[in-house]
Every structure is written in C-alpha cells, then in structure tokens.
C-alpha cells in the first residue's frame, strides 16, 4: 500500500507542496519488468488544493543524461557521472528533437545538445499537455546512485479540461540493468568521467491507458514514493485513437536478423488483406535496431502472378517524401493514398532500400514466398513486371502492417507456430485467421472486423526467446507479455484480442500457475484499455517429442481455468476440444494431424477457425 503524501512541484526554482488525495494510496499490478496502469478515477473535489500550474515538459528538464564522447563530464545522468553517448544516439536516429512514432504515439527525443538539461526526474511536476486518445506514452529509464535498482517509478495523475482526473502506477527499468527485451532503444556504449565503457545502455516507453473521449489538461509525474532509483522522463505523448483506419494485415517483428549484406535491393513481400477499404496506408517499424534504416521508395498493389502486379503500383510518401529514415525503435506509417484494397486479397508491397543493410528486423516465418531483387538493381518499386525479382525470401522484413480507410475496427489473434500458419498448405493463406476473416467477411450478424495475424513461431507465453538486442539466429520473439504493448495494444483500431498460446511454454517446462499469472496480467491489460479478451484453450500434443505426461498435465490445467476462469475472459473458444481425438484426448484426431502431432493441417485450421463464435468477438 503507497502512503499518502504530499507532491512537490518545482516551481520557477524553488518548490512548493500541493496535498495530494488521500485516495492515491490504491496498489497497482506489476506486469513483468515494466508496468504502467491507471488505478481508479479521481473526482474533481477530491484534492481541493491547487496544483502548480503547469509547464511544457521541457521548461522542467532538470538533469543532463546526454554527453558528446569527447567531453563525457558534461552530463551525469544517474549521480555517479554515467551518461548516454550522443554519438551513439545520433547513429540511432534519435537526434536533438527528432519525432520518434513507437507504438502509435508521437514521442519526440529532446531539443537539447550534449551536455545541456534533456530530462526531468519525475517528483510531482505538473506537466502541459492536451489532446485525446486511447494511451498515454512516456519515454522513460530509471537510474540509481548506488547498487542498480530494478525499477523507479510512483503515482501520479492525468487531469482533464472537464475537471476530472484519473490515476496511474508508472514503472521504469533501470537504464544499465532493465530487460532488453522490452527497451525501446539499445546503445552500444555508457559514457563516464573516466571514459566510454562498451555496455547496452536503455530507453523504455511505458504506456498507460486514458479516459476515452476526454480532452487532457495536465499530467502530474509520478512523486518518488518507496523506489531506490530515480525515474527519468524524457517525452512524454497522448497516442491519438486510430479513427477511420481498420487493420487488414498485420504480423509481428520475431528477431532482428543479419541479411545479405544487401545493396541498393527492392524488396517484394506478399501480404494478404482481411478487411477492404477505399484508401490505405502501410506500416514500417525499425524494432530491435540500433541504426537508422533508410527506405528510398515504395509502393503498393494488387499481386498478379508471382512478383509481377495486376495493375500499375501506386507509389506511397511518407510525410509528403517519397523516402523515409526510420530511427532505431520506431516505426513508419505511411500517408494515405487513394489505393482501394480489395477484401481477402494478395497485396505486393515493394521497399527499396538505397544504402547497404547487413540486419533487419523481421518476420522470419511467412507460409508465403516473397521477393528479392539483386545487389545494385536499384529502385524496381515501380516495377509491373517480375524480370527484377530473382531471389526469394521467407520472412517478412520492416512491414508489419496495412490498413485501410473505414471500416469496423480489428481482431488481434495473438500465438504461436500455429497461429502463424505452420504446416498449413504454403501461400494458400489458410491460416486460421485467415478463415475467420473470410467468415466475417461472408455473413452479417456482426460488423466485419480485419484480422491481424500476430503469431510468431516458436514464441511463448511467458519466456523471452529472442534475447532483444543485436542480430541472433534465434527468432522466435520476446513473450506475449512483453509484446502485448506493441502486437495488440498499439494496432490499428483493435477491438478484440484472441489469446491461443502456451504449448512451447509447457514443453519447455514452465508452469501451469506461471502461465496463467501472465494470462491473467494480459487480459487486465488489455481490458484496462477498453478492448475484449477471448482465450483459446491450447490444443492436444501428444505424440510430439517433448509433449511429455508432465506438459499434458499443465495443458490440462490451463484449459481448466480458461474454461471455468469467470470474469477473466470475455469469451473462451475451445480449440482443444474442436481437433482432440476422444479416445486419446491428449492427441489430436489422425485428420486434423499435420504429420507432427503437434502443428493442425489445413482441417484443422478451419476446425479452429469454425469453433469461434463471431458474436462472441464484439
């Protein structure tokens, strides 16, 4: 329990002390090594006493996190003289008041050279900001003088212009020792008095949801309340609802893999939508990076045959530029432009990408082939033909999604190997989202939401597998808790999330009660922001080699609380019970089998697909 206390604002240098309501004393949920959640709304009369009045966030900056390498006494961001290089951040992108778009909000990287105030340590400043939206976004690390803490954080509040306030619980990792798997930005280098030290320094943003509909007025940060270390706020941002624009393709980032190298190539990726629309625009994210990546041009269309287009590829901007840089950790939306994207149809994106790229983040399985143009083939965005496209590739890179103007908003299924189509007839788009966009799309009873497939193979429930920095041959993603933010919260006009994970969680021998605490966290999360939670009970895998008795057991007992867990979930889909075989419930019955025991063919992706009630998505 927080004890009540007073904030301390600062004032024009000096402070003063405004009561907080004694109703800040509410607990909040820890949700892996970040957590940011608002507790309860506070009434207009509840703290009578007037705050300070409230200052653009930069006019509060009152320590100094940036150094050049040259002079790395200038700025000592943590008390014992540590700071981020400027060089390294300028090889990130993240140069003094560059926009920096992660996770749909708008963020913006401090205008302010090495050396000079470029943070504020949070202790109850009132901070201006306006607008609405379904999020609050705070670029944030935590810093301690002595032996490192694991997070800093505290209480604070968002006012409203109708005089309302709700409260959040915000939690930043430290910046030496804090996951890298949920960071936003990893530097490669700490500067200190006595040199530049080659260690991963991070940057996280810590999102908390908002009161939908309110225009804000003012944010208080957090007051230092019972944490070791020191929160630092760097940016902070309203992420704007998403109106207008349903997702149709989605698909998340599962690692960060060396390529090629590759020079001056065009890529050509095969994407298929789910929802249709008169306009669309696609998303491009530099996730896991370090560097900036540049794109020169590209394009969109209707695939015709292999990488050829059925139709001249209309030519997309970015922020009015035909190119775009993306820095380090951020994402890329395109403008809209007039381009109709036809209903459960193959779309041909085409990147080029101008400079020499020896990682990307990526997509590594698609059940779909792609195309890859030669070294020095230059800018074939515009291309009608396939003669450009030689090469082949399997993933995805940079794209994770495609939105399309109108529509009734977004289902997000969120899983493994399964959900990403394994063992389901290559390229034929049989996936089991993909057959729930084609029921949605064939009858109605309900709105017909876009499906946006966010399963990653090999992924799992609670374990990182992809380690969230540098190049790694493993790609199999961060766990579904510290994806939630980016594959489900931030997408396109979300509505709904299907859970269907857990089953590499039991055969690597994690815990029935382990996976259920993060299931649980997920669907608090994501309820905390307005959307609905379904869960899929993980279908049967006995015969697999490491489908052990003892992971039998602990799939069986995570079905039993999905099944009977009142209140958690808004609806339960029992995929165990669509392809178990009676006789041998810990299998899958002989025609729903993809030949491992482990992963369902095409039948049984429809039997999936058909086991959802469509009612039960809205």
Known sequence: MLRTSKLTVPVAGRHRPTALAR???????????????????????????PAAEPLPLERLFDNRAVSDDARPEEADFDGQGGSFSAQDLTAAGWTPGRLLPIDGAPLRWPDSRPGRPDNVRADGQAVRLGGRGDALSFLVAGSSPGPAADVAGGTGYVRYRDGSRTRYHLRAPDWRHGPLTTKAVGLPHRNTGGGQRTETTRLYVVTVPLARGRELSSVVLPERQGYAGELHVFSLAVRPPS????????????????????????????????????????????????????????????????????GRPVPLAFGGRAGAEIPAGAQQFSDPVG???????????????????????????????????????GDRTGDRGSAAFGEKLEGWPLLTGVDVAGGSGSVVALGDSITDGERATPGANGRWPDLLSRRLLGQHTVPRLGVLNHGISGNRVVTDRYPGAGTSTIKSGVSAEHRLERDVLAQTSARTVVFFEGVNDIRAGTTADEVIGALKRMAALAHERGMRVAAATIAPCGGFFDCTAEAEAQRVAINRHIRTATGVYDAVFDFDAAIRDPRHPDRMLPRFDGGDHLHPNDAGMKAFSDAIDLRKLI
């Open 243 to 310: 109106n207008g624009w349903t997702g149709s393709w989605g698909t998340s980032t599962s690692g960060y893999a060396a390529v090629g190298p590759w020079t001056d190539r065009t890529l050509r990726l095969i994407v298929h939508s789910s929802a249709g629309g008169p306009r669309t625009r696609i998303r491009l994210e530099n996730t896991f990076a370090q560097r900036t990546v540049r794109i020169g041009h590209a394009t969109v269309a209707v695939q015709g045959s292999g990488a050829a287009t059925a």
């Open 339 to 377: 381009f109709r994207v036809p209903p459960d149809t193959n779309l041909l994106v085409s990147i080029h990408l101008p400079q020499t790229v020896r990682a990307l983040p990526v997509h590594s399985y698609s059940n779909q082939v792609s195309y890859l143009s030669a070294d020095g083939a």
């Open 23 to 49: 109703a800040l004393a509410a607990g909040a949920v820890a949700t892996g090594a970040v957590c940011a959640l608002v507790l309860a709304g506070v009434p207009a009369h509840a703290d009578t006493a």
